[in-house]
Nanobody, 124 residues
């Protein structure tokens, strides 16, 4: 059974940085992508970034492009989300997710496993 555990969330001032980590256990070699999504109160869960385990290909939402960087450490089965130049609108619960199929990188419904989420709060 795949387990995803996020860490690294917290409170930061606007313009600051945070790095989120997602440790995956029980993974199989059939995993294609790891993704980060976020959900603010009263809003739908939205795609933030994703990375393909094997090739390292990355994908970003327009709202975070140039500010966030997703990376992975295959040996540690861990995915990271480096978040710079944070804005108050980045405030949300951030979730790590794993997808076993090729398509639908930006769609939450395409992901098979989810972590419990970590809160990120950016103060103005």
């Amino acid at each position: 059974q795949v387990q995803l555990v996020e860490s690294g969330g917290g409170l930061v001032q606007a313009g600051g940085s945070l790095r989120l980590s997602c440790a995956a256990s029980g993974r199989t070699f059939s995993s294609y992508h790891m993704g980060w999504f976020r959900q603010a109160p009263g809003k739908e869960r939205e795609f933030v970034a994703a990375i393909r385990w094997s090739a390292g290909t990355t994908y970003y939402a327009d709202s975070v492009k140039g500010r966030f960087t997703i990376s992975r450490d295959n040996a540690k089965n861990t995915v990271y989300l480096q978040m710079n130049s944070l804005k108050p609108e980045d405030t949300a619960v951030y979730y790590c997710a794993e997808k076993l199929t090729v398509g639908g990188v930006t769609y939450a419904t395409a992901y098979n496993f989810w972590g419990q989420g970590t809160q990120v709060t950016v103060s103005s």
